[in-house]
Structure formats: structure tokens, C-alpha cells
């Protein structure tokens, strides 16, 4: 099932307008002391959150802020589409359900009332978040839907997020990397903390039901990447679904399709799309101290074995 591409436009140029008028203190508003962006969520939405009742088909994706989501979500899409086989006229029916119900490209985004509309969206259900597990429904974790996390190695993630922070009128924008280094290692940013983030997941990792995949090991090989997500899911595809799928969903065919798949956020969304980027940003004081917040963190943990932190993070 493809993005209802002129959906995530709409939102988007909406958001853009909205912040517009907004002071830039006041672009994130805080919940249980984690910042999110005004113009996408609120408080009330992320408290309705807590009844989502998840169905047992339901492809849930879920990465941190600039780990590749956006990639991520457009593969897991196609796998399921060319599974499914969906005919024109049923995409199409697909698309318009979702316009009809005003749904969100991402499930803490949009209003409370989402969650009531978006038990009338035809199986199976694409959900994409950036939420940390304790912050999801329980229903996500006590039913039989499968959950894939997508995890960045936190160098090229800190660089990424920096520039999508400075870039997006709705998140608040730093007037130095410096500055920017030490709110990331703080976990004071939008989403919280990244190191958080994947120390909850990896208390998770042993769960039949989730599986983790890292971007890097997607870049390396991503036919056979997608090839482990499709038999985790249970997607029946050809051996020619594959390359044509990578070929499609490619950084840059995505890149140059952005305008029309996101709108204004094409160009920010969308920048590099490569693996270390960091050693353009990184001072050696700098480094060493993300070696030591990750070791701290995640050091010898299944988690950052499958990151391969030393291969993707040396100096």
C-alpha cells in the first residue's frame, strides 16, 4: 500500500503555515517530560495514544528521529504491496479511506480522534512511530502484531537530526553544532533521548514478535535486508520483487521524489543518506565522549552488537 503522498503534503504545508505564527520557544510543548512538536501532536492525542488497540495483522515500524524511517517505511510498503498484490482500483480505494479519515504519517501525530477513525482503515495496517516502547499502547505488546526497529548508529543520527532540527520551521533550530551536541547528548530534543530510546528496545530485543534491523545494514546489502523483513512479516515475494523494490526505494529515487511525496519537507527531509557523515562533524572531545555515553549505555548488549558500533563509529 503506498503513502498517501498528497495527505502528507497537505499536512505538512499546514504545519509549515502554523509555525509561522508561533514563537520560537513555544514550537514544542512538553509530555511526561519528553519535547514534541506543537504543529504535529499534542498532549491530549498522546494520552488517547494509551487506549490504541492494535490488531493482530498490524505492521508496526518504529525508529528514533532520523534513523530512516522515512526509507524504511516506504520499503516496508512495497514488500507488503507487491504481497498483497493489490489491483489499481484497490490502491486506489486504499488511498482515498485514508484521505476520508484525515489519517497522519506518523501515530503520535494529529488529533485524539484519530485513534477512533483509524479502526475503520482496511487490514493491514502500516503504523510508523518514533516512540520509545514505554511510551506506547500496552495493546502493541500483549497481542500478536509484529514490530520492526529500525537503529542508526548515534553519530550519523546526531549529525542528521542537527541539520532536520535547524531546517524544520515546527523544531526549535540551534545557532551552533556545539550547542546542538550537548542538547543531543542530553537527551533534550524532540522524541527524548536516543540513548533511552534504544536502551528500552534492546530490554525487548529477545521478543519473538520484534525484530531490529540497522540502517547501516540496509545500506550494505538492502535486497538482503528487505528479504529478512519480508519473512518476518510473512510477505511472499519473487526474487525479481526484490531488486526492482531497492531500485525504487533507492535514497536517491526517494530524493528526487521527495517534492512530490512530502512537499516542502522533501528537501530537508531528504539530504545526504549516507553512513559517516559524522567524521565531517565529530571533534576528537566530541567523539570520545559518544564512545563512552554508548558504552555506558549499551555496551555489550545484543543491540549494539548488531549496530556494530566499532565498525560504523571509529575515529
Not at 526549535?172 to 524532540?190: I, K, Q, V
Not at 523483513?229 to 511472499?236: L, N
Not at 530537508?268 to 549505555?297: P, T
Amino acid at each position: 500500500m503506498t503513502t498517501n503522498r498528497e495527505r502528507v503534503a497537505e499536512i505538512m504545508e499546514k504545519a509549515f503555515s502554523e509555525c509561522e505564527k508561533i514563537a520560537p520557544e513555544d514550537l514544542q510543548f512538553s509530555y511526561k517530560g519528553i519535547f514534541y512538536p506543537i504543529t504535529l501532536s499534542s498532549p491530549e492525542t498522546l494520552e488517547a495514544l494509551k487506549s490504541f488497540e492494535a490488531r493482530s495483522d498490524d505492521v508496526i515500524l518504529i525508529g528514533y528521529p532520523k534513523t530512516g524511517t522515512n526509507w524504511l517505511d516506504e520499503i516496508v510498503r512495497e514488500l507488503e504491496s507487491s504481497d498483497a498484490k493489490y489491483t489499481e482500483e484497490e490502491m486506489k480505494e486504499r488511498i482515498n479511506v485514508e484521505k476520508e479519515l484525515q489519517m497522519f504519517p506518523r501515530l503520535e501525530f494529529g488529533d485524539p480522534g484519530k485513534f477512533e477513525r483509524m479502526k475503520k482503515l482496511p487490514s493491514r495496517r502500516i503504523i510508523v512511530t518514533h516512540l520509545a516502547p514505554h511510551f506506547l499502547p500496552q495493546s502493541f505488546f500483549q497481542g500478536k502484531a509484529k514490530i520492526l526497529v529500525l537503529a542508526r548508529n548515534p553519530k550519523d543520527t546526531a549529525v542528521s537530526y542537527y541539520h532536520f532540527n535547524n531546517n524544520l520551521p515546527m523544531l526549535p533550530s540551534f545557532s551552533s553544532w556545539d550547542e546542538y551536541f550537548a542538547a543531543f547528548m542530553n537527551g533534550r530534543l524532540g522524541w527524548g533521548s536516543y540513548f533511552d530510546h534504544l536502551v528500552e528496545w534492546n530490554k525487548r530485543i529477545d521478543n519473538e514478535r520484534i525484530m531490529m534491523i540497522s540502517y547501516e545494514e540496509l545500506k550494505e546489502n538492502q535486497v538482503e535486508g528487505m528479504k529478512k523483513i519480508a519473512s518476518f512479516f510473512g510477505f511472499s515475494l519473487t526474487e525479481e520483487d526484490f531488486p526492482r523494490i531497492a531500485k525504487k526505494t533507492s535514497f536517491q529515487a526517494m530524493k528526487e521524489k521527495s517534492k512530490e511525496t512530502h512537499g516542502k519537507l522533501g528537501n530537508i527531509l531528504f539530504r545526504k543518506g549516507v553512513v559517516g557523515n559524522w567524521r565531517d562533524y565529530f571533534s576528537k572531545a566530541q567523539n570520545e565522549e559518544m564512545d563512552r555515553k554508548f558504552h555506558d549505555c549499551l555496551s555489550g548488549t545484543k543491540l549494539a552488537a548488531r549496530m556494530k558500533y566499532d565498525v560504523y563509529c571509529k575515529a
